[in-house]
Nanobody, 121 residues
Framework: VQLQACGGGLVQAGGSLRLSCAASGRTLTMGWFRQAPGMERDFVAA????????YYADSVKGRFIISRDNAKNTVYLQMNSLKSEDTAVYYC??????????????????WGQGTQVTVSS
């Protein structure tokens, strides 16, 4: 299974962007991580296969919404009220087995190529 992410770009602070990530096959949990220059890859959000459970980093809670369309094997990240500190490369991730916490990179065994999000202040 491969992941293809898109939707990044340049936006002003306070604006919105929607990222999408399409998987070439069925996956279980899907999520997003981000990595700013010189920083480690951080958890952003995750969603279970049914969509019944969602997880968010405290820094994005109330501003970002994760959702998925299983008919399209696609996960979305709606990012609202963007801040300059949201600037990073965003990576889509997916798991084909349940291991550990959905907030941890080790939970995921599939990764997309990353898409740049730049928020100008």
């Amino acid at each position: 299974v491969q992941l293809q992410a898109c939707g990044g770009g340049l936006v002003q602070a306070g604006g919105s962007l929607r990222l999408s990530c399409a998987a070439s096959g069925r996956t279980l949990t899907m999520g997003w991580f981000r990595q700013a220059p010189g920083m480690e890859r951080d958890f952003v959000a995750a969603i279970t296969w049914s969509g019944g459970s969602t997880y968010y980093a405290d820094s994005v809670k109330g501003r970002f919404i994760i959702s998925r369309d299983n008919a399209k094997n696609t996960v979305y990240l709606q990012m609202n009220s963007l801040k300059s500190e949201d600037t990073a490369v965003y990576y889509c991730a997916a798991s084909t087995r349940y291991i550990g916490s959905p907030r941890s990179p080790s939970h995921f065994n599939l990764w997309g190529q990353g898409t740049q999000v730049t928020v100008s202040s």
